[in-house]
């Protein structure tokens, strides 16, 4: 029988999700999976430890018994159980230096690390995260953000709705101005940003005549990888060739940005990719946007004012549009920034409500299995030894 545990989040500050809710704990247990299912106590996450408890887990400090080790962010080192089979999101394979001790600490225990970010369907497809509820509070806080700008409205914290069908009470009657906001992205990010443009009433209109017209209302675009990249040689827009190959294409956003007030960054970024725009560019006189919501969140990427995350309780920092230095917000000559890392921990029972749906639909079976391309093509580290999958990461693991 497999045993799975659920590990405290240890990374400060703490995160309050879950990869499983007592309800799925409950589900699974009654099921035919054979499952036993222990969960480390916990004083923050979203769901109580008697909550668990009533869901027949059993809880405990010590998880040596576990097979599985399921948590969220980032594991401090010295919470890691030697030769233990791990799945979390390591923010490693982009190669960050702020975890190249993790992998190497993983590497020297023995460890098995698989993904979630790397858990994908053979189309390539990723799986699993918590990217739709990062595009909704993303947006919403992008929004918030510019009616404190400009004073044209009033929104309140995400966090002072109890739920996401709470939140979406607070928008009732909220008048927003004829705006002009671009999302980026084709993915969960996106997905969740365009649910909140809907609920908003925010109207989608085609790119040209976002360039082209005014309306009376607000309205969005939204731009995905054709719609932004060009080959600087051809001009044209092949999506095999552009993630094969993104050096050879240039981002044509700057069509864009005179007629945008709001930009929500949700596309995928790596440093091989053209950014939306470079930090010189904001200080053309053209250069209308006020506001960016980059929930890509990639510290100087595809947004290059994007100068390092924001937290939860302060979301929005200002960038000076000579200086490029971070200010307060909502001064007259800043943009205004928002870069929060863990967005869904702001509607955590909802983000991981659909987390774990997801888990169990199209990952645990294959974990209870074994065997299975999908795991191992996300694991980045089996054993202590790095796969061949992740050849790349040799030098940053030191191996």
């Excluded at 703490?14 to 035919?32: E, I, M, S």
């Excluded at 890509?296 to 490029?324: A, E, R």
């Excluded at 702001?346 to 209870?368: C, H, M, N, T």
Aim: with cysteine; aromatic share 10%; hydrophobic share 35%.
């Amino acid at each position: 029988m497999l045993t799975l545990g659920l590990i405290r989040e240890g990374k400060v500050p703490p995160d309050t999700r879950v990869a499983l809710t007592p309800a799925q704990c409950r589900f699974l247990l009654k099921g035919d999976y054979d499952l036993n299912i222990m969960v480390q106590q916990s004083p923050n996450r979203c769901y109580t430890n008697s909550e668990y408890q009533k869901a027949g887990v059993t809880l405990t400090e010590d998880l040596s018994s576990c097979n599985v080790l399921l948590g969220i962010k980032e594991v401090p080192l010295e919470m890691l159980i030697p030769n233990k089979t791990y799945l979390f999101f390591s923010h490693t394979k982009k190669l960050q230096p702020y975890n190249q001790k993790l992998i190497k600490e993983i590497i020297r225990k023995k460890i098995t690390l698989i993904d979630y970010e790397c858990l994908e369907h053979t189309d390539g497809k990723r799986i699993i995260g918590f990217g739709f509820f990062a595009g909704v509070v993303g947006a919403h806080n992008g929004i918030m953000a510019y009616g404190k700008k400009t004073g044209s409205f009033q929104l309140d914290r995400v966090n002072s709705a109890k739920s996401f069908n709470d939140l979406i009470h607070t928008y009732f009657g909220l008048m927003i101005p004829p705006i002009k906001i671009a999302v980026t992205g084709s993915g969960r990010v996106a997905h969740g940003i365009l649910e909140i443009m809907n609920l908003l009433g925010i109207h989608e209109v085609e790119p040209e005549d976002y360039l082209n017209k005014t309306f009376p209302y607000p309205v969005y675009v939204h731009l995905k990888g054709r719609d932004l990249y060009r080959n600087k040689t051809t001009e044209k827009y092949d999506r095999k060739e552009f993630h094969e190959n993104p050096e050879l294409y240039r981002c044509t956003f700057n069509e864009y940005y005179p007629h945008t007030d709001i930009l929500m960054n949700g596309i995928y970024w790596d440093h091989n990719i053209p950014r939306l725009f470079e930090k010189e560019d904001i200080t053309k006189p053209d250069f209308k946007i006020q506001t960016i919501a980059d929930i890509t969140d990639d510290q100087y990427g595809s947004v290059p004012c994007n100068l390092g995350d924001s937290t939860i309780d302060d979301p929005v920092y200002g960038v000076n549009k000579f200086t490029f230095e971070k200010t307060a917000p909502y001064l007259p000559d800043s943009i205004d920034i928002m870069a929060v890392g863990n967005l869904p921990n702001e509607l955590p029972r909802d983000a991981s409500r659909y987390f774990g749906q997801q888990l169990i639909k199209f990952v645990l079976k294959d974990i209870i299995d074994g065997n299975s391309e999908i795991i191992d093509k996300a694991t980045i580290v089996k054993n202590g030894v790095l796969t061949s999958h992740y050849d790349y990461m040799k030098e940053y693991a030191g191996v």
